[in-house]
């Protein structure tokens, strides 16, 4: 469900720009890079998963990692620039810098974060008379052990290539539920070739049934510390049956065979879905802001 935040707004002046340096990252930054993110792990959990996915240069990234460092060496940030743009950050210097940047990136579709954070990003990035499309708040939610044991459910698994035409319709309406915008018009090619290396990856779990798809859940992302799901969808007319808490009861005590805990965003206007996971155990733990820009070119990647 989307909605149109009030103007974000600064509450502190950010410091000149002074004895910090911001580079591309090299593959070869890997580890130091890892280490740094590895601090807050739910919140640099997109960026972690790429990066151990991928590796900091890949064209599978749909960006650019840049890093922030002081006069020392050592990194006070780290953003990736491209199609979605995250950033973390140790100090407001780096964050603006980091912003400074981003603004010169022509395919931006998000900007996402910690609420506060964002606001001070934009501040900078704005300057270069760039506008946002729509404003999205969003609560964290987490899950740990332990998960509250449920009556087990048959068929949950993870999705195969064969049923690319099951998932993609769907993961295609809840992009467009979120941003406004449908990835099967502005890039139908690379939206499929997304959702299906993510098949082949084991990541898309569902349950189908009679051919038909029931229950679908998306993990974008993951480490040995936390997992981020995304895409999470049940038929409509297998609503309001506890069906869905299953299903995820389910899932999750799988997850979590692999990783300490599973995180996911919720819009903070949908409050039957916080509901729901918070019934599934979930539990809240920041604001998050994502800004969409407008579409100035067709996607590339």
């Not at 974008?220 to 038929?235: A, F, Q």
């Not at 389910?250 to 965003?265: A, D, F, G, H």
């Not at 019934?279 to 998050?288: D, I, L, N, V």
Request: glycine letters at 6%.
């Amino acid at each position: 469900m989307l909605h149109t935040s009030t103007a974000l707004k600064v509450t502190r002046e950010l410091p000149a720009l002074e004895s910090i340096s911001v580079k591309r990252l090299a593959n070869s930054d890997e580890a130091e890079v890892l280490k740094f993110l590895s601090q807050r792990p739910i919140h640099t959990i997109t960026m972690m998963g790429l990066i151990h996915d991928n590796g900091i240069v890949s064209p599978f990234n749909r960006g650019t990692f840049y890093g922030c460092r002081d006069l020392n060496g050592q990194l006070e940030g780290v953003a990736l620039v491209g199609h979605a743009t995250l950033m973390e950050t140790v100090s407001d210097r780096a964050l603006a810098a980091l912003a400074q940047i981003a603004r010169e990136c022509p395919n931006t579709h998000m900007i996402m974060g910690e609420k506060e954070r964002v606001a001070d990003f934009w501040s900078q990035y704005a300057e270069a008379g760039r506008r946002q499309r729509l404003a999205c708040r969003e609560w964290l939610f987490e899950l740990s052990w332990p998960v509250e044991a449920r009556e087990a459910v048959d068929g949950l698994r993870p999705a195969t290539a064969a049923e690319l035409e099951l998932v993609v319709p769907v993961h295609a309406e809840l992009a467009y539920a979120e941003s406004g915008v449908n990835p099967l018009e502005t890039n139908p090619h690379g939206f499929r070739e997304r959702c299906l290396r993510r098949i082949e990856q084991g990541r898309t779990w569902v349950v189908v049934e009679n051919g038909l798809l029931v229950f679908k859940a998306d993990v974008i992302s993951k480490t040995p510390e936390v997992y981020y799901l995304e895409g999470i969808w049940l038929r409509e007319d297998r609503r309001n049956k506890n069906l869905g808490t299953r299903f995820m009861s389910e899932l999750m005590r799988r997850l979590l065979e692999n990783t300490k805990s599973v995180c996911l965003l919720v819009n903070e206007t949908n409050e039957w879905a916080q509901g729901f996971y918070r019934k599934c155990g979930f539990q809240f733990r920041a604001t998050y802001e994502t800004i969409f820009l407008p579409r100035e070119e067709p996607a590339q990647n």
